[in-house]
Protein backbone atom coordinates (compact mmCIF):
# COMPACT_ATOMS: atom_id res chain seq x y z
CA UNK A 1 0.00 0.00 0.00
CA UNK A 2 1.49 3.37 -1.19
CA UNK A 3 2.19 6.35 1.00
CA UNK A 4 -1.09 8.41 0.70
CA UNK A 5 -3.39 4.96 0.88
CA UNK A 6 -1.17 4.43 4.00
CA UNK A 7 -1.77 7.55 5.80
CA UNK A 8 -5.53 7.57 4.76
CA UNK A 9 -5.69 3.62 6.19
CA UNK A 10 -3.59 5.43 9.56
CA UNK A 11 -6.10 8.61 10.11
CA UNK A 12 -9.52 5.96 9.41
CA UNK A 13 -8.40 3.55 11.77
CA UNK A 14 -7.78 6.29 14.30
CA UNK A 15 -11.37 7.94 13.82
CA UNK A 16 -12.37 4.27 14.37
CA UNK A 17 -10.19 4.09 17.49
CA UNK A 18 -12.24 7.22 18.51
CA UNK A 19 -15.45 5.90 17.67
CA UNK A 20 -16.33 7.07 14.93
CA UNK A 21 -18.83 4.40 12.76
CA UNK A 22 -18.15 5.87 9.55
CA UNK A 23 -14.87 5.14 9.78
CA UNK A 24 -15.03 1.22 9.87
CA UNK A 25 -17.92 1.85 7.09
CA UNK A 26 -14.69 2.75 4.78
CA UNK A 27 -11.90 1.08 6.01
CA UNK A 28 -13.49 -2.47 5.95
CA UNK A 29 -13.00 -3.34 2.46
CA UNK A 30 -9.58 -2.01 2.89
CA UNK A 31 -8.94 -3.93 5.40
CA UNK A 32 -10.57 -7.15 4.20
CA UNK A 33 -8.63 -7.61 1.54
CA UNK A 34 -5.08 -6.83 3.42
CA UNK A 35 -6.89 -9.23 6.24
CA UNK A 36 -7.31 -12.09 3.20
CA UNK A 37 -3.48 -11.58 1.91
CA UNK A 38 -2.41 -12.13 5.26
CA UNK A 39 -4.71 -15.34 6.12
CA UNK A 40 -3.69 -16.57 2.87
CA UNK A 41 0.18 -16.79 3.58
CA UNK A 42 -0.97 -18.59 6.70
CA UNK A 43 -3.48 -20.90 4.75
CA UNK A 44 -0.47 -21.74 2.31
CA UNK A 45 1.80 -22.98 4.90
CA UNK A 46 -0.59 -25.48 6.00
CA UNK A 47 -1.40 -28.98 5.31
CA UNK A 48 -3.57 -29.56 1.82
CA UNK A 49 -7.29 -30.43 2.93
CA UNK A 50 -6.81 -28.21 6.42
CA UNK A 51 -10.79 -27.27 7.24
CA UNK A 52 -10.15 -24.06 7.87
CA UNK A 53 -10.54 -22.26 5.07
CA UNK A 54 -8.81 -18.95 4.13
CA UNK A 55 -12.28 -16.88 4.72
CA UNK A 56 -13.05 -18.08 7.47
CA UNK A 57 -9.98 -17.60 9.25
CA UNK A 58 -10.14 -13.91 7.67
CA UNK A 59 -13.33 -13.82 8.89
CA UNK A 60 -12.62 -15.14 12.78
CA UNK A 61 -10.06 -12.20 12.64
CA UNK A 62 -12.00 -9.79 11.17
CA UNK A 63 -14.38 -10.39 14.32
CA UNK A 64 -12.24 -10.37 16.96
CA UNK A 65 -10.82 -6.99 15.67
CA UNK A 66 -14.08 -5.26 14.96
CA UNK A 67 -15.21 -6.10 18.81
CA UNK A 68 -12.33 -5.06 20.28
CA UNK A 69 -13.85 -1.86 21.58
CA UNK A 70 -10.78 -0.25 23.40
CA UNK A 71 -8.01 -0.66 20.68
CA UNK A 72 -6.38 2.30 20.11
CA UNK A 73 -4.69 2.01 16.40
CA UNK A 74 -1.65 4.02 16.06
CA UNK A 75 -0.95 3.13 12.40
CA UNK A 76 -2.06 0.95 9.65
CA UNK A 77 1.32 -1.27 10.74
CA UNK A 78 -0.22 -1.46 14.32
CA UNK A 79 -3.38 -2.99 13.00
CA UNK A 80 -1.89 -5.49 10.94
CA UNK A 81 0.43 -6.59 13.54
CA UNK A 82 -2.16 -7.25 15.73
CA UNK A 83 -3.52 -8.91 13.30
CA UNK A 84 -1.12 -11.24 12.05
CA UNK A 85 -0.93 -11.97 15.89
CA UNK A 86 -4.39 -13.15 16.10
CA UNK A 87 -4.52 -15.12 12.69
CA UNK A 88 -1.09 -17.19 14.25
CA UNK A 89 -2.99 -17.26 17.97
CA UNK A 90 -6.55 -18.64 15.74
CA UNK A 91 -4.24 -21.04 13.62
CA UNK A 92 -2.30 -22.50 16.78
CA UNK A 93 -5.33 -23.23 18.44
CA UNK A 94 -7.25 -24.77 15.92
CA UNK A 95 -4.31 -27.03 15.71
CA UNK A 96 -4.00 -27.70 19.41
CA UNK A 97 -7.48 -29.16 19.09
CA UNK A 98 -7.33 -31.15 16.41
CA UNK A 99 -7.43 -34.99 17.13
CA UNK A 100 -3.79 -36.12 16.82
CA UNK A 101 -3.16 -39.41 14.19
CA UNK A 102 -2.64 -41.45 17.50
CA UNK A 103 -2.94 -40.97 20.78
CA UNK A 104 0.58 -41.15 21.89
CA UNK A 105 2.04 -39.06 18.94
CA UNK A 106 3.77 -35.55 19.68
CA UNK A 107 4.12 -32.25 17.62
CA UNK A 108 7.15 -32.83 15.71
CA UNK A 109 9.94 -30.47 15.90
CA UNK A 110 11.17 -28.93 12.41
CA UNK A 111 13.39 -26.05 11.19
CA UNK A 112 12.06 -22.62 10.43
CA UNK A 113 12.37 -23.38 6.57
CA UNK A 114 10.75 -26.79 6.85
CA UNK A 115 8.03 -25.00 8.36
CA UNK A 116 7.69 -22.88 4.88
CA UNK A 117 7.65 -26.22 2.89
CA UNK A 118 6.41 -29.28 4.28
CA UNK A 119 2.78 -30.00 3.27
CA UNK A 120 1.76 -33.23 5.70
CA UNK A 121 1.82 -32.56 9.38
CA UNK A 122 1.03 -29.14 9.14
CA UNK A 123 -1.11 -28.71 12.51
CA UNK A 124 2.35 -30.27 14.23
CA UNK A 125 4.51 -27.82 12.56
CA UNK A 126 2.85 -24.56 13.61
CA UNK A 127 2.45 -25.90 17.17
CA UNK A 128 5.44 -26.53 17.78
CA UNK A 129 7.33 -23.14 15.62
CA UNK A 130 4.52 -21.47 18.08
CA UNK A 131 6.13 -23.20 21.18
CA UNK A 132 9.32 -22.06 20.04
CA UNK A 133 8.50 -18.87 19.59
CA UNK A 134 7.00 -18.28 22.69
CA UNK A 135 10.42 -19.08 24.30
CA UNK A 136 12.75 -17.18 21.86
CA UNK A 137 9.97 -14.47 23.49
CA UNK A 138 10.90 -14.80 26.84
CA UNK A 139 14.26 -14.15 26.47
CA UNK A 140 13.97 -12.18 23.26
CA UNK A 141 10.97 -10.15 22.63
CA UNK A 142 11.99 -8.27 19.94
CA UNK A 143 13.25 -10.95 17.43
CA UNK A 144 10.09 -12.95 18.73
CA UNK A 145 8.04 -10.01 17.35
CA UNK A 146 10.09 -10.28 14.04
CA UNK A 147 9.56 -13.53 13.40
CA UNK A 148 5.95 -13.52 13.94
CA UNK A 149 5.22 -10.20 11.83
CA UNK A 150 7.18 -10.95 8.74
CA UNK A 151 6.71 -15.10 9.19
CA UNK A 152 3.22 -15.13 9.93
CA UNK A 153 2.33 -11.50 9.04
CA UNK A 154 3.98 -11.69 5.63
CA UNK A 155 4.85 -7.91 6.55
CA UNK A 156 7.68 -6.34 4.81
CA UNK A 157 10.88 -5.44 6.03
CA UNK A 158 10.09 -1.83 6.34
CA UNK A 159 6.77 -2.73 7.94
CA UNK A 160 8.15 -4.30 10.17
CA UNK A 161 10.52 -1.81 11.26
CA UNK A 162 7.15 0.77 11.53
CA UNK A 163 5.53 -1.44 13.81
CA UNK A 164 8.61 -1.93 15.93
CA UNK A 165 9.78 1.37 15.89
CA UNK A 166 13.49 0.32 14.76
CA UNK A 167 14.73 0.83 11.27
CA UNK A 168 14.76 -1.32 8.35
CA UNK A 169 18.39 -2.82 8.96
CA UNK A 170 17.64 -3.49 12.23
CA UNK A 171 14.51 -5.93 11.26
CA UNK A 172 16.95 -7.86 8.89
CA UNK A 173 19.55 -8.22 11.11
CA UNK A 174 17.84 -9.82 14.43
CA UNK A 175 15.49 -11.66 11.81
CA UNK A 176 18.40 -13.62 10.65
CA UNK A 177 19.12 -14.15 14.08
CA UNK A 178 15.94 -15.07 15.35
CA UNK A 179 16.08 -17.78 12.08
CA UNK A 180 19.52 -19.39 13.43
CA UNK A 181 17.97 -19.83 16.95
CA UNK A 182 14.65 -21.16 15.47
CA UNK A 183 16.35 -23.56 13.17
CA UNK A 184 18.80 -24.67 15.87
CA UNK A 185 15.50 -25.31 18.62
CA UNK A 186 13.53 -26.27 16.04
CA UNK A 187 16.29 -29.17 14.96
CA UNK A 188 16.81 -30.42 18.68
CA UNK A 189 15.44 -34.34 19.00
Known sequence: ????????????????????????????????????????????????????QTTALVNEAYLRLIDWKTARWENRAHFFGVSAQLMRRILVDF?????KVSGDELA????L????????????????????????????ARKARIVELRFFGG????????????????VMREWQKAKAWLYRELSKT
Not at 95 to 99: C, E, H, I, V
Not at 108 to 111: E, G, K, N, P, Y
Request: no cysteine; net charge negative; hydrophobic share 40%.
Open 95 to 99: ARKRP
Open 1 to 52: MAGSNTQEVTELLQKWSGGDADALEKLTPVIYAELHRIARRYMNRERDGHTL
Open 155 to 170: LSVEETAEVISVAPIT
Open 113 to 140: EEALTITHEKDADIVALDEALDELGRFD
Open 108 to 111: RHVS
